[in-house]
């Protein structure tokens, strides 16, 4: 080993050669030789976050006095780089890592130190001039930072998964009015039940995403909330009084987001439900995406031997084997990313449940979940739209024809012919194909005129028909 290529750093567990050329450190070096877990070192927004976070510390504590005005500047633009984006290989921590996050922290003090002392002359890995711990960790803990970290990767990240939840509710709602004037056979445990409209689907699609996406905003309404400045379990220790009243505001000046620390630091520090409730959320909405998919992949069955009432943009050859048969792959991605974001929600109740006493080690894991289920969602949902939703197409006829051979007209009878009548009219058109139409008329149930307004499809398809027609 060419030592000229190496420095060498020491901790509290002994010494190690770090690459000369390397912004991180010993502690960095580390957690890497310990944590090869998933492959994937922690977030580019979690490592943004974390940038944005030392700056925020640093203005609070030059302010309060603690920290000179030369570091502070250096350490300050250390954090501009890494939030432009500069410096993210150097973050080399995988992302579940235990220590409940010290490893992230630690890889982003080192960077920050490192950079920071190259900024004012020195060379790297000379924490006189700047120490990752006795000045880029001042006044803080891992125990605040990266919870704080988190929770402001997860709003950069729900950013855009809201605008394309926008841009699916509006799809949606195209499609309702596209196919508003459409009648088909509405369906219960997938038998026929009454006539609706095809639009009438898509527009409970479109309440189910709009309903979805205002239950995933109040969730996100607690992740504003950080407990910055409880330092290691809630009681501020090490943490003055300027820096405790004054670094939550300046965390939401150097963001342009509105952030609140919490009313209780320790409650803040060992409880982490709010993440239960995001994750919740998610789900939630990962079973209104699997459910329309669902409902998207049975309508387009067949073509010829199934429902076959929308088609399904054709986006790629179904099979290796039978020539020309094209497969419903867009709603089948999006359901298998529904399963994945269960099975995150899983982890993330476990891990929720499994802090101790003043905190929960296992945020790491959690945010691998979050950030993982919401990015997932958001992808998702972009394939969904481009390559399914904006391309459906509706086959008119056969929604008219399945409608014009079912009995569902009958329950729009009982009000007038009684239950009894309209199931054995049911049940005779069923067995003799003669219309139930017809058969009313000829038992003399009806007059003709009445019988025209109370089976009128379009009519029956309205909330207000009933009582109409009393």
Known sequence: MDNLAFREEADSIGNLLVPVEAYYGIQSLRAKQ??????????????????????????????????????TDAIVKACDEIIEGKWQNEFIVDAIQGGAGTSANMNANEVIANRAIELLGGKKGDYKIVHPNDHVNMSQSTNDIYPSAGKLALVSLLKPLYKELDRLYQSLMNKAKEFDGILKMGRTQLQDAVPMRLGQSFHAFATAIKR????????????????????????????????????????????????????????????????????????????????????????SSGPKTGL???????????????????????????????YKVFGNDVTVNFSAEAGQLELNAFEPVIFYSLFESIECLKNAIITLIDNCIDGITANPNRCNDLLEHSVGMATALTPFIGYIEAAKLAKEALKTGVPL??????????????????????????????????
Do not use: W
């Open 212 to 299: 979805d996406t205002l239950n995933l905003g109040r969730a996100e309404e607690d992740i504003h909330n950080l407990n910055m400045g409880a330092s290691a379990i809630g009681s501020a220790i090490t943490v003055d009084g300027y820096y405790l009243d004054n670094i939550v505001s300046t965390i939401s000046e150097v963001c342009g987001e509105k952030y609140e620390q919490v009313d209780d630091l320790f409650d803040g520090t060992s409880n982490i439900e709010v993440y239960v409730k995001l994750s919740g959320a998610l789900k939630t909405l990962a079973v209104t995406l699997s459910k329309m998919c669902n409902d998207l992949r049975l309508m």
């Open 308 to 338: 076959n009432e929308i088609n399904l943009p054709a986006r790629q050859n179904g099979s290796s084997i039978m020539p020309g048969k094209v497969n419903p792959v867009i709603p089948e991605v999006v359901s298998q990313v529904a």
């Open 437 to 470: 139409r017809q058969l009313v008329l000829e038992r003399g149930l009806m007059d003709k005129e009445k019988l025209e307004e109370v089976m009128s499809p379009f009519e029956v398809t309205e909330p207000h028909h009933f009582k109409k027609n009393i």
């Open 34 to 71: 310990n944590f090869n877990i998933t492959g994937k070192t922690i977030h580019k927004e979690l490592i943004i976050a974390l940038a944005k976070l030392k700056k925020s510390c640093a203005l609070t504590n030059n302010a309060s006095g603690r920290m000179s005005s030369e570091i």
